[in-house]
Antibody
């Protein structure tokens, strides 16, 4: 089955760090870009960041709201993408989704999401 | 950064009605515009990409149009299972911004 599964969410204090993982299966993970999208409780979707496939340089882009605090990386040998979140703020509280990206299809496959709560 | 503005923010329509949602980009994005459906408590689902191409498995009552700055998602005959929030997203270049969403309900 083609799927993405996120893990690593939980409750964390402001200023601390957390790393989310996204494991892909049923497809060649390295052929695709990966993205993270978050959704705060009761709010809309917010694009967080993006990592291109190695064929496109494996480069990253980030939303202004997380740039300098969040880092996306990938290990294609394990079919995993990571979202390292540092200096967490209460406003980072959200469900975090990973999504598969491949032009021209935008995000055609999504994980089920993992909840991150930043609170003291 | 390019802003994506959807309208309306919510709508209520009867089963069988034609429903239209618009998405406007503050600058041209060619046709790199996607539409997603998110049902309550569920994961977003890709409906349409490059403005007008229907994702595999999506019912043909959904259609998309537009290019440049103005885009439209149309549901030709609203069904009860279409109750959801719909989001547009630009993906010509980073940031891959989403619209604020349009909540569709049945009257």
């Amino acid at each position: 089955e083609v799927q993405l599964v996120e893990s690593g969410g939980g409750l964390v204090q402001p200023g601390r760090s957390l790393r989310l993982s996204c494991i892909g299966s049923g497809f060649t993970f390295g052929d695709y870009a990966g993205s993270w999208v978050r959704q705060a409780p009761g709010k809309g979707l917010e694009w967080v960041g993006f990592i291109r496939s190695k064929a496109y340089g494996g480069t990253t882009d980030y939303a202004a709201s997380v740039k300098g605090r969040f880092t996306i990386s990938r290990d294609d040998s394990k079919s995993i993408a990571y979202l390292q979140m540092n200096s967490l703020r209460t406003e980072d509280t959200a469900v975090y989704y990973c999504a598969r990206g491949a032009r021209p299809k935008a995000f055609d496959l999504w994980g089920q999401g993992t909840m991150v709560t930043v609170s003291s | 950064d390019i802003q994506m503005t959807q309208s309306p923010s919510s709508l209520s329509a009867s089963v069988g009605d034609r429903v239209t949602i618009t998405c406007r980009a503050s600058q041209g994005i060619s046709n790199y515009l996607a539409w997603y459906q998110q049902k309550p408590g569920k994961v977003p689902k890709l409906l349409i990409y490059v403005a007008s191409t229907l994702q595999s498995g999506v019912p043909s009552r959904f259609s998309g149009s537009g290019s440049g700055t103005d885009f439209t998602l149309t549901i030709s005959s609203l069904q009860p299972e279409d109750v959801a929030t719909y989001y547009c997203q630009k993906y010509n270049s980073a940031p891959w911004t989403f619209g604020q969403g349009t909540k569709v309900e049945i009257k």
